[in-house]
C-alpha cells in the first residue's frame, strides 16, 4: 500500500462494536503533506458534508473535508431554493445550532417567500430562491479560513474491515480515536433507456463505498429521485402567466441577520401549467422511460411528471413554476417537471405549454437511481450501530433534499466531534426539533420512499416553529460547545428582550371595558393570552395550546429517558409474539419511547420493555 494511503488509512481508524476490529477508509488518490492528527473524517463536500464538518470543528474536533473536487463545494445539484413548508423549519434549526445553510442562503438569495401565510404559524414555511453561483462562491470562502477545518480533494474508494492487524497497531489506531463520516453512493443516471453509472451529471461515480458497505453487512437498497430540465430564459414568453413576487420586506434565514443583501432587487418567479396535450403526449411514449417503473420507489411528495400523469390521469393540469438561477444567469428551473424521457420527448412537450412555445432546453431533465442504507442500523447520533465512530448523513440513509441532507450533517457532524473527543452525545428527540422527528423516522421506522419533512410528520407542531427555533435549540447547542460566541451573544440578548416583552404583557390586566376602548373583545385576562399575531409575542397566543402540548411532551420525554441496550437478544424472550421479536430485531431501537413508535408494537409488548427497562437498564439518555 501507498505510504500516504496508509496514512489515511491510520486516521480513520476506530474500534467496532461488531466485528472487534477496526475500520479504515482507503484513499484511491493520494494527498500530499496531509497531516495524521485529525479526529473527524468527513467524506463528501455536499449539503451534508458541509454541515458536518462545520459542525464537527465547532465542536473542537480537528476536521477533515475530503471531497472528489474542492470547486464543487456548495454546488446546488437540483432545484436552485432552499426550504419551503416543514424544509424551512429545519433550516432555521440548523441555524440556530450555528450552522451553515442558513446564513449562506441568505447571502445569495434572490427572492424571499414565506410558504402557508394563509394558515397558522405552525406551518410557516420560509423559502428562498437562490442565485446558484452566489451559494457556491459565499460557502467556499465561507469553509475557506473556518476554524479546526482542513479541506482536501480526494476520492475515498473503501471502507476496510482489517482483520490482520497486530494488538499494538489496534491500540495505536482506537488511541488515535478518529470518527468518520460517510456520505457517497453508486448512483445510476437515467435518460430515457440510457443507464450510466455517475455522480450528479459532470461528475465521477462513488461506487466503491456502497460495495464496502454491504461487505461490512449493511443492507443496501435503492431509491430513485430526478430533476428537470434547464431552459433558456430568454426563449420564455412571460406574457399571460401568473407572477410570484417576493415578500417586502424579506425574512432571513438567520437569526443573525435582519435584512439580506438583495432584498431590494428580488427577482420574480411565474407560473404557469401542463394540458391535456402534453399528458397524452407523454403517456404515449410511458415505454420510453425506465425512470417509470415501480421496482424502485420515487419521492411520493415530490414525484416525477410521468408518476403524475399515471396517478392522477384524470387532473387535467399541473403547476410548473419557472423559477430563474441567478440574478445574471438566463437558465430558468422548470420546479414540477423532473422527468426521464428522451431529449426529444422533452422538447417536444415543452413546446406544448403556455409561454414555452419556442423554448431552448439547455439541459435535460434526467432521473438518478441511488443507494441506501436501512437507516435503522443508525443510533439517534446517526452513528452506525455496525461500527463505533462510523456516522452516516445524506442520501445514504434514504432522505430526499438539500435540508434534510443539511440536518443530518449537522446533527452526524456534532456527534462525530463529541464522539472523537469522548464526551457525551447530542440528542433531539421529537419534542425538541423537527431534526429530531427526521432522525427518529429514520431510525425507528426505516424507508421505502425518498423520505422528507413537512409539517404532518410532527405531533408537537405548535412548539417546533420557524420563529422559535433559537429558543429551543440554542442553549442546548451551546452547553454542548457547539455554538460560537457571535451567535451565542445574539441569542442572550434577543431572548432577554422577549422575556422582558412577555413579562410586561402578563403584568397588564385590564377590565373587559378598558380592552373594548381598544377595540379588543371583554377579557379580563393578561396580555399574553390575547396578544396579537405578531412575530415572536405569538407564544402568547398561543399560550393555552402551548400548555396542553408541553404535558405531552412530558409523558414523551419519560419514556425516551427508559434506555434499552441495542445489542439485546430479542429472540430470547419467550414474552414477546413472534411478530414483535422480529420487528424488535431489526429495528434495535435505544430507548423505550422509540420501541413504542415501531410500527406493530403492541401495549403488552410495552409492558414487558418496560419492565425490562427499569430493571435492567434504567439509565437517562443525554438530551443536552
Known amino acids: 500500500m501507498n505510504p500516504q494511503i496508509r496514512e489515511l488509512g491510520n486516521m480513520c481508524l476506530s474500534q467496532l462494536n461488531l466485528f472487534q476490529s477496526c475500520s479504515v477508509v482507503r484513499q484511491a488518490t493520494t494527498i500530499p503533506h496531509l497531516?495524521?492528527?485529525?479526529?473527524?473524517?468527513?467524506?463528501?463536500?455536499?449539503?451534508?458534508?458541509?454541515?458536518?464538518?462545520?459542525?464537527?470543528?465547532?465542536?473542537?474536533?480537528?476536521?477533515?473535508?475530503?471531497?472528489?473536487?474542492?470547486?464543487?463545494?456548495?454546488?446546488?445539484?437540483?432545484?436552485?431554493?432552499?426550504?419551503?413548508?416543514?424544509?424551512?423549519?429545519?433550516?432555521?434549526?440548523?441555524?440556530?445550532?450555528?450552522?451553515?445553510?442558513?446564513?449562506?442562503?441568505?447571502?445569495?438569495?434572490?427572492?424571499?417567500?414565506?410558504?402557508?401565510?394563509?394558515?397558522?404559524?405552525?406551518?410557516?414555511?420560509?423559502?428562498?430562491?437562490?442565485?446558484?453561483?452566489?451559494?457556491?462562491?459565499?460557502?467556499?470562502?465561507?469553509?475557506?479560513?473556518?476554524?479546526?477545518?482542513?479541506?482536501?480533494?480526494?476520492?475515498?474508494?473503501?471502507?476496510?474491515?482489517?482483520?490482520?492487524?497486530?494488538?499494538?497497531?489496534?491500540?495505536?489506531?482506537?488511541?488515535?480515536?478518529?470518527?468518520?463520516?460517510?456520505?457517497?453512493?453508486?448512483?445510476?443516471?437515467?435518460?430515457?433507456?440510457?443507464?450510466?453509472?455517475?455522480?450528479?451529471?459532470?461528475?465521477?461515480?462513488?461506487?466503491?463505498?456502497?460495495?464496502?458497505?454491504?461487505?461490512?453487512?449493511?443492507?443496501?437498497?435503492?431509491?430513485?429521485t430526478g430533476t428537470p430540465a434547464r431552459l433558456d430564459g430568454r426563449t420564455i414568453n412571460y406574457e399571460g402567466m401568473i407572477i410570484q413576487e417576493g415578500d417586502n420586506p424579506p425574512s432571513p434565514f438567520s437569526y443573525l441577520n435582519t435584512t439580506v443583501p438583495h432584498a431590494d432587487n428580488q427577482i420574480l418567479c411565474h407560473q404557469t401549467r401542463t394540458n391535456d396535450r402534453v399528458h397524452k403526449y407523454i403517456a404515449q411514449h410511458f415505454d420510453q422511460s425506465i425512470h417509470i417503473r415501480e421496482t424502485v420507489k420515487g419521492p411520493r411528495y415530490c414525484p416525477s411528471l410521468e408518476s403524475k400523469i399515471k396517478r392522477f390521469s384524470t387532473k387535467e393540469a399541473h403547476n410548473i413554476w419557472l423559477e430563474p438561477e441567478g440574478l445574471d444567469d438566463h437558465v430558468v428551473y422548470p420546479n414540477g417537471i423532473s422527468n426521464t424521457m428522451p431529449e426529444d420527448i422533452q422538447l417536444n412537450f415543452l413546446r406544448m405549454i403556455q409561454g414555452l412555445e419556442n423554448v431552448d432546453m439547455l439541459k435535460p431533465a434526467y432521473g438518478v437511481e441511488y443507494d441506501h442504507i436501512d437507516p435503522r442500523e443508525l443510533r439517534s447520533t446517526l452513528e452506525t450501530k455496525r461500527i463505533s465512530g462510523l456516522f452516516l448523513a445524506g442520501q445514504i440513509n434514504g432522505t430526499t433534499g438539500y435540508e434534510e441532507a443539511a440536518a443530518q450533517g449537522v446533527m452526524a457532524g456534532i456527534n462525530a466531534g463529541l464522539h472523537a473527543l469522548k464526551k457525551a452525545p447530542f440528542i433531539l428527540d421529537r419534542s425538541d426539533a423537527y431534526i429530531g422527528v427526521l432522525v427518529d423516522d429514520l431510525i425507528t421506522k426505516g424507508v421505502n420512499e425518498p423520505y422528507r419533512v413537512f409539517t404532518a410528520r410532527s405531533e408537537y407542531r405548535l412548539l417546533l416553529r420557524a420563529d422559535n427555533a433559537d429558543?429551543?435549540?440554542?442553549?442546548?447547542?451551546?452547553?454542548?460547545?457547539?455554538?460560537?460566541?457571535?451567535?451565542?451573544?445574539?441569542?442572550?440578548?434577543?431572548?432577554?428582550?422577549?422575556?422582558?416583552?412577555?413579562?410586561?404583557?402578563?403584568?397588564?390586566?385590564?377590565?373587559?371595558?378598558?380592552?373594548?376602548?381598544?377595540?379588543?373583545?371583554?377579557?379580563?385576562?393578561?396580555?399574553?393570552?390575547?396578544?396579537?399575531?405578531?412575530?415572536?409575542?405569538?407564544?402568547?397566543?398561543?399560550?393555552?395550546?402551548?400548555?396542553?402540548?408541553?404535558?405531552?411532551?412530558?409523558?414523551?420525554?419519560?419514556?425516551?429517558?427508559?434506555?434499552?441496550?441495542?445489542?439485546?437478544?430479542?429472540?430470547?424472550?419467550?414474552?414477546?409474539?413472534?411478530?414483535?421479536?422480529?420487528?424488535?430485531?431489526?429495528?434495535?431501537?435505544?430507548?423505550?419511547?422509540?420501541?413504542?413508535?415501531?410500527?406493530?408494537?403492541?401495549?403488552?409488548?410495552?409492558?414487558?420493555?418496560?419492565?425490562?427497562?427499569?430493571?435492567?437498564?434504567?439509565k437517562p439518555v443525554f438530551t443536552s
Open 35 to 224: 497531516p495524521n492528527d485529525f479526529d473527524v473524517i468527513v467524506i463528501g463536500g455536499g449539503h451534508a458534508g458541509t454541515e458536518a464538518c462545520t459542525a464537527a470543528a465547532r465542536s473542537g474536533a480537528r476536521t477533515l473535508l475530503l471531497t472528489q473536487n474542492k470547486d464543487t463545494i456548495g454546488e446546488m445539484s437540483c432545484n436552485p431554493s432552499f426550504g419551503g413548508v416543514g424544509k424551512g423549519v429545519l433550516v432555521r434549526e440548523i441555524d440556530a445550532l450555528d450552522g451553515v445553510c442558513g446564513r449562506i442562503s441568505d447571502l445569495a438569495g434572490i427572492q424571499f417567500k414565506v410558504l402557508n401565510k394563509s394558515k397558522g404559524p405552525a406551518v410557516y414555511g420560509p423559502r428562498a430562491q437562490i442565485d446558484r453561483k452566489l451559494y457556491k462562491k459565499h460557502l467556499q470562502e465561507y469553509l475557506k479560513d473556518y476554524p479546526n477545518l482542513t479541506i482536501q480533494s480526494g476520492s475515498v474508494a473503501d471502507l476496510v474491515l482489517n482483520d490482520q492487524m497486530t494488538q499494538e497497531d489496534h491500540e495505536s489506531m482506537v488511541k488515535k480515536g478518529a470518527s468518520q463520516m460517510v456520505k457517497g453512493v453508486r448512483l445510476e443516471i437515467h435518460l430515457g433507456l440510457k443507464v450510466w453509472p455517475a455522480g450528479r451529471i459532470g461528475e465521477n461515480p462513488s461506487i466503491g463505498l456502497s460495495n464496502s458497505l454491504k461487505s461490512a453487512g449493511f443492507k443496501l437498497a435503492r431509491l430513485k
Open 471 to 618: 429558543t429551543r435549540l440554542t442553549r442546548k447547542g451551546h452547553e454542548v460547545g457547539v455554538v460560537g460566541k457571535e451567535r451565542w451573544e445574539h441569542y442572550k440578548s434577543t431572548s432577554g428582550m422577549l422575556e422582558s416583552a412577555m413579562q410586561a404583557l402578563q403584568d397588564i390586566k385590564m377590565p373587559a371595558k378598558r380592552w373594548a376602548d381598544y377595540n379588543i373583545s371583554p377579557s379580563t385576562r393578561a396580555a399574553t393570552d390575547i396578544v396579537n399575531d405578531n412575530g415572536s409575542l405569538r407564544t402568547g397566543r398561543y399560550k393555552p395550546f402551548l400548555k396542553r402540548q408541553e404535558l405531552e411532551v412530558m409523558a414523551l420525554k419519560r419514556d425516551e429517558h427508559l434506555k434499552l441496550d441495542v445489542n439485546l437478544d430479542y429472540l430470547q424472550m419467550d414474552q414477546l409474539s413472534n411478530e414483535v421479536r422480529q420487528k424488535l430485531s431489526e429495528v434495535r431501537p435505544e430507548t423505550l419511547g422509540a420501541a413504542k413508535r415501531i410500527e406493530g408494537m403492541t401495549p403488552a409488548a410495552m409492558v414487558v420493555l418496560m419492565k425490562y427497562a427499569k430493571r435492567t437498564y434504567n
